[in-house]
């Protein structure tokens, strides 16, 4: 997935996720964790866990794929700087 792809309401980062995973790039995000938090690294581990998408990355960070607000450039629709 190219950088600057608006991920819409219902649409999920799941699939950008799996891709960075399986070609073992590195991920650049920003997640919610009671507000914005960065992290970054390769993912090492891509599991379910009570009903919901987790990440690990190799620094054993673990986040879960609905809070993602933006991942290499690609934003959520929801994700507000203001």
Not at 25 to 40: C, F, H, Q, V, W
Not at 53 to 65: D, F, K, P, Y
């Amino acid at each position: 997935m190219e950088p600057g792809k608006l991920i819409l309401p219902g649409e999920s980062f799941y699939p950008l996720i799996m891709e960075l995973f399986e070609k073992k790039e590195k991920a650049s995000i920003l997640y919610d964790d009671n507000g914005p938090t960065r992290a970054g690294g390769i993912i090492e581990s891509v599991y379910e866990k009570d009903g919901k998408h987790w990440l690990r990355l190799e620094n054993q960070t673990e986040i879960r794929v609905d809070q993602l607000q933006a991942v290499n450039g690609n934003f959520s629709s929801d994700f507000s700087t203001c």
